[in-house]
């Protein structure tokens, strides 16, 4: 198993290398940029909270509405929506060409040809998605740390190291739904990626909206990003509705993968 880990690892070290460039550039745009906006502090809180609720809301999630503090900046602008929004695009490409990408270009046979087991096939693909993810995960993590130091955004490392890690699994349980999906091949391989991207950006919306009408309020708890609160992180606070539902997801994931993967034909 190993060994095919490596062999995807390689071919994807070109992907890992853009990934990783482009999330340091634009975490080292956002935190650069905190000096000036706190020097206008008073003008700024003034511009945002004078904003309708709702798109107010798409920003910060309905966290703090001083969005110049260390901890409304880093959720308003990174930890909300631009950290998710790079790692969801990764995860669910990820998740959705791991398998594919290999069947569609006949090698997927050839590797099953190997003395491995469908399962062993299956995990190995998914340890793969797992460490890009992850490598990407950790040097913008590193680059935050050194970042927020650098501008005086005084927030406990565990925390921002918290609130990485809790970006990155949210996102990452979107690309186990495309995984899933993919696994059970045909008209489910074709649709993992359109599945995984609506119920990821769809309950971004209804989440971020759901103060809007009570009509939404219902659905949205039934959408992760209901859930899904980095304000709550960064302050040191327990999320413990995202806890249980990263645990189903990646639980029904590996389940349904499994299931789907060993009992179809190869094409």
Not at 52 to 74: E, F
Not at 126 to 142: C, F, K, M, P, R
Not at 214 to 240: D, E, M, N, R, W
Request: with cysteine; charged share 10%; net charge positive.
């Amino acid at each position: 198993m190993k060994p095919l880990i490596a062999w995807e690892l390689r071919q994807r070290k070109m992907y890992l290398l853009w990934w990783t460039l482009g999330t340091v550039l634009i975490v080292a745009l956002l935190l650069g940029i905190y000096p000036s906006i706190r020097s206008q502090a008073a003008s700024f809180n003034q511009v945002i909270n004078q904003l309708p609720t709702s798109l107010r809301d798409l920003k910060t999630g309905g966290g703090a509405t001083d969005v110049t503090s260390p901890i409304g900046y880093l959720n308003a602008q990174l930890y909300y929506i631009t950290l998710p929004l790079l790692q969801i695009v990764m995860s669910v490409g990820l998740g959705s060409s791991l398998l594919a990408r290999d069947e569609h270009s006949r090698t997927l046979e050839l590797l099953l040809s190997r003395p491995i087991s469908r399962g062993k096939l299956l995990l190995a693909k998914a340890v793969s998605g797992i460490l890009l993810v992850a490598g990407v995960t950790v040097v913008s993590l590193l680059a935050t740390i050194a970042l927020a130091s650098a501008v005086d955004i005084h927030i406990p490392i565990g925390n921002i190291i918290n609130a990485s890690l809790y970006a990155a699994l949210f996102s990452l349980s979107f690309g186990a739904i495309a995984f899933a999906f993919a696994a059970m091949g045909g008209r489910w391989q074709r649709a993992s990626m359109a599945v995984a991207v609506c119920i990821s950006f769809g309950g971004y919306l209804l989440a971020s909206l759901s103060g809007l009408s009570h009509y939404i309020q219902t659905p949205a708890k039934f959408l992760p990003y209901h859930y899904y609160t980095p304000t709550s992180i960064l302050h040191g606070q327990g999320v413990g509705g995202l806890d249980v539902y990263l645990v189903i997801v990646f639980a029904a994931a590996a389940v349904v993968s499994w299931l789907g993967f060993r009992s179809r034909d190869i094409e």
